[in-house]
């Protein structure tokens, strides 16, 4: 996954808030659901999950080719189901889009 402003992308930034309890069954459902749905659908780029040291927060970081195509998953009914299992495990998530400003390499 390569960040850069030059690229016109739609970036979603998607944080959850967990318990150690919570944690590892979370990020099993975040795994599950990019290998068996999220990868596979139009306008997909790329993802990548993040994780905290206490296990209290994940956040993921998605690109995609447009907002349009993001907000077309969103609203699907499969993703629906997975963000209401997303809920469950969760003291609350939210994702937000975002436009990549600067970026910075190594050099």
């Known amino acids: ?16 808030e967990v318990t150690p309890g919570t944690y590892l069954d979370l990020l099993e459902e975040l795994r599950n659901s990019f290998e068996e749905f999220i990868r596979k659908q139009d306008g997909f780029i790329a993802g990548a999950v993040h994780t905290n040291d206490a ?5 993921n970081y998605t690109q995609w080719q447009s ?8 609203r699907s009914d499969e993703m629906r189901r997975m963000n209401r299992k997303f809920s469950d495990l969760s003291k609350g998530f939210e994702p937000v889009l975002y436009e990549v400003h600067a970026s910075f390499e190594a050099g």
Do not use: G
């Not at 296990?55 to 956040?59: E, P």
């Not at 907002?67 to 969103?74: A, D, I, P, S, W």
């Open 1 to 16: 996954m390569r960040v850069s402003q030059d690229e016109k992308v739609q970036t979603v930034i998607t944080t959850y």
């Open 55 to 59: 296990q209290t927060r994940i956040a």
């Open 67 to 74: 907002r349009e195509q993001f907000l077309n998953v969103l």
